[in-house]
Nanobody
Framework: QVQLVESGGGLVQAGGSLRLSCAASISIFSFNGMNWYRQAPGKQREPVATLPNAGIVNYADSVKGRFTISRDTASNTVYLQMTSLRPEDTAVYYC?????????WGQGTQVTVSS
């Protein structure tokens, strides 16, 4: 069983920054990689950033140059550093991974960007 716990969301003004955290209950090297998704009100959940254990990091076009995904293996935590935030970044942000063929999601953390 895998648990993912996100934190770090909040209310920020446009142009501000936030850092989201996702703590995994087991070693993050148990997974092929970890992902951040987001879901805005009335919209489908969409991928934001992907951090494979090996390979190239991927970002959604809408966040390239503003968001950075990283990991700390000592604490089994993945981060999403968000800068130059825009009102359209407002969403619930979810951490995601796959383990033994099954998807796992965190509970989500709300990010609200005011104009």
């Amino acid at each position: 069983q895998v648990q993912l716990v996100e934190s770090g969301g909040g209310l920020v003004q446009a142009g501000g920054s936030l850092r989201l955290s996702c703590a995994a209950s087991i070693s993050i090297f148990s997974f092929n990689g970890m992902n951040w998704y987001r879901q805005a009100p009335g919209k489908q959940r969409e991928p934001v950033a992907t951090l494979p254990n090996a390979g190239i990091v991927n970002y959604a076009d809408s966040v390239k140059g503003r968001f950075t995904i990283s990991r700390d293996t000592a604490s089994n935590t993945v981060y999403l550093q968000m800068t130059s935030l825009r009102p359209e970044d407002t969403a619930v942000y979810y951490c995601n991974t796959y383990f033994r063929g099954k998807p796992y999601w965190g509970q989500g953390t709300q990010v609200t960007v005011s104009s």
